[in-house]
């Protein structure tokens, strides 16, 4: 009895330093816990406590009647999406710019990471990234007006250019053929700096003590980059990937709507233009949030496949 009574007694103090250190681990994360918590709010506010809002993509939804008075339709507003006549000039325009801007644009930083990681000269390499990093900060309004100015066909200053040079104008905003690749390239030029910031982090946590080893064996600054640079990004460029694949549904609204005349309305017309016309003008909110949840699904299957994928092929997946 006394053994068992000395056994009971370690247990009890053994559980009860557990839980001071418990304790004190919280409390020293307690500053932690307060800079996470507005992130958590915007989260639950903004992005959680909406989703019960889903639920009117099955009803006929009134304003006045409310989410519950509203009448229940099922899955028509589901087979009036898929018998619209827009729909699949609808999905063909959305996969086909996503899937350019994902071919284009997810290289796009990563090169730029390893070419200032080669820069020689730290200034230089400074310059260069405050450079790229500033048209992140411009709204696509800004882009866009830009854009217009330089390139329009009456006003647009490489036009002028072209035509004291003997060259006739680019048609550049009103031929259709442009606007892929238009947009495309404005992404990039907006968006890769900023986009490069996390490959930069990647590259400084790469131990420079490899680097210094393939200097002594002879390896040349391309096999470094092969051997050594690639394979310490290849994480962090395969989950950024999976979390990009995700979006492949998703255009930038603002993007393609400042874009978007009457010449290019058959090619710029996507998903989410299309909502705006619908839901907001139209005022449509119950066949618009369909579209929203149609997007949403098939964004969430393209991770789900992509990362199983990396699983299997022995990668790092997002879970």
Same mark, same amino acid.
């Given at each position: 009895m006394r053994v068992i009574s000395l056994k009971g007694k370690e247990e009890s103090v053994h559980v009860s330093t557990e839980s001071k250190r418990n304790i004190r681990a919280w409390k020293r994360g307690i500053p932690l816990y307060i800079m996470i918590f507005p992130g958590?709010?915007?989260?639950?506010?903004?992005?959680?406590?909406?989703? *019960?809002?889903?639920?009117?993509? /099955? @009803? @006929?939804?009134?304003?006045? =009647?409310? /989410?519950?008075? %509203?009448?229940?339709?099922g899955l028509d507003n589901f087979r009036r999406l898929f018998g619209e006549q827009d729909f699949v000039r609808l999905l063909q325009n959305t996969l086909l710019l996503s899937c350019m801007n994902l071919i284009l644009f997810f290289p796009a930083p990563i090169v730029l990471a390893l070419l200032l990681n080669e820069a020689r000269h730290a200034w230089f390499r400074k310059f260069v990234q405050t450079v790229v990093y500033v048209p992140h900060f411009l709204s696509w309004v800004i882009v866009v007006s830009l854009t217009i100015l330089?390139?329009?066909? @009456? #006003? *647009?200053?490489?036009?002028?250019?072209?035509?004291?040079?003997? !060259? $006739?104008?680019? #048609?550049?905003?009103?031929? %259709? =053929?442009?606007?892929? /690749?238009l947009y495309v390239s404005q992404s990039i030029w907006k968006e890769a700096g900023w986009s490069a910031?996390? /490959? !930069?982090?990647?590259? $400084?946590?790469? =131990?420079?003590?490899?680097?210094?080893?393939?200097?002594?064996? *002879?390896?040349? &600054?391309? &096999? @470094?980059?092969?051997?050594i640079t690639l394979p310490g990004?290849?994480?962090?460029?395969?989950?950024?990937?999976? +979390?990009?694949?995700?979006?492949?549904? =998703?255009? %930038?609204? #603002?993007?393609? +709507?400042l874009m978007q005349n009457p010449t290019n309305l058959q090619l710029s017309d996507v998903f989410d233009t299309y909502v705006y016309r619908i839901g907001i003008l139209q005022g449509d909110f119950s066949y618009t949030t369909t579209v929203g949840? !149609?997007? %949403? +699904?098939?964004? +969430?299957s393209l991770i789900l496949i992509v990362n199983r994928v990396a699983k299997k092929i022995g990668e790092e997946g997002v879970y």
């Open positions: 958590l709010l915007y989260f639950l506010i903004f992005k959680y406590i909406p989703m *019960g809002g889903v639920i009117i993509a /099955f @009803q @006929q939804f009134d304003p006045f =009647d409310g /989410f519950l008075k %509203s009448d229940w339709v330089l390139f329009s066909m @009456q #006003e *647009g200053g490489v036009n002028k250019l072209l035509v004291n040079w003997g !060259f $006739a104008p680019i #048609e550049l905003l009103t031929d %259709s =053929d442009y606007f892929r /690749f910031v996390i /490959f !930069f982090a990647a590259l $400084a946590s790469i =131990d420079p003590t490899l680097y210094e080893a393939a200097v002594v064996d *002879g390896a040349s &600054r391309w &096999r @470094q980059i092969w051997h990004l290849r994480t962090t460029i395969i989950i950024l990937f999976i +979390l990009r694949v995700g979006y492949l549904m =998703d255009t %930038s609204f #603002e993007h393609i +709507l949840l !149609f997007k %949403s +699904l098939i964004g +969430l």
